[in-house]
T-cell receptor, first 113, second 111 residues
Framework: GNSVTQMEGPVTLSEEAFLTINCTYT??????LFWYVQYPGEGLQLLLK?????DKGSNKGFEATYRKETTSFHLEKGSVQVSDSAVYFC????????????FGTGTQLKVEL | NAGVTQTPKFRILKIGQSMTLQCTQD?????MYWYRQDPGMGLKLIYY???????DKGEVPNGYNVSRSTTEDFPLRLELAAPSQTSVYFC??????????FGSGTRLTVV
């Protein structure tokens, strides 16, 4: 079946540090890939997406590249801020069958001054 | 524009009680979903709907029921609450390309 594997958290970084959160996937077919972010006490928000191999999604300084050869979609940001502290979820979707998202378990990021 | 509205935000139930979690959207999206979120487990799909009158089971449907009589509303029903249903429940909508819009969640505790 389809699955998403994320690196274990929590990840603690100092402000202005470089961020990488690893995400790999298993899918029967060619999925679209997503990163969602959840701030404390809130629902999930779409951060970025990529719909085909070699596409790069970007938003708010975050980037992720769809790597079909390594089945990966790692999230990166060059300089994190305290306001980036949240839980980040990698997810995939295969068109059809209800267009259901399959989520990873989430990675908590804490950014300190 | 309200987006996706969930009520209530918090609820404490006793074992065996029943309740309905409400979800309403004003975006005219066909697809609607119910997920539960447990610590360290990510989100698990309970039920989903591809349009009014059509619903289907997700990954963890046992103990829950849904209905979709209108495009706007997708309530989730718990008939006999159990401690294992203590969780945070999220409703989401989509146009079908993975860009989900989530509600703010309902935190349910069963004691």
């Amino acid at each position: 079946g389809n699955s998403v594997t994320q690196m274990e958290g929590p990840v603690t970084l100092s402000e202005e540090a470089f961020l990488t959160i690893n995400c790999t996937y298993t899918a029967t077919g060619y999925p679209s890939l997503f990163w969602y972010v959840q701030y404390p006490g809130e629902g999930l928000q779409l951060l970025l997406k990529a719909t085909k191999a070699d596409d790069k999604g970007s938003n708010k300084g975050f980037e992720a590249t769809y790597r079909k050869e390594t089945t990966s979609f790692h999230l990166e940001k060059g300089s994190v801020q305290v306001s980036d502290s949240a839980v980040y979820f990698c997810a995939l979707i295969l068109t059809g069958g209800g267009n259901k998202l399959t989520f990873g378990t989430g990675t908590q990021l804490k950014v300190e001054l | 524009n309200a987006g996706v509205t969930q009520t209530p935000k918090f609820r404490i139930l006793k074992i065996g009680q029943s309740m309905t979690l409400q979800c309403t959207q004003d975006m005219n999206h066909n697809y609607m979903y119910w997920y539960r979120q447990d610590p360290g487990m990510g989100l698990k799909l309970i039920y989903y709907s591809v349009g009014a009158g059509i619903t289907d089971k997700g990954e963890v449907p046992n103990g829950y029921n849904v209905s979709r009589s209108t495009t706007e509303d997708f309530p989730l029903r718990l008939e006999l609450a159990a401690p294992s249903q203590t969780s945070v429940y999220f409703c989401a909508t989509s146009l079908g390309q993975g860009g989900y819009t989530f509600g703010s969640g309902t935190r349910l505790t069963v004691v």
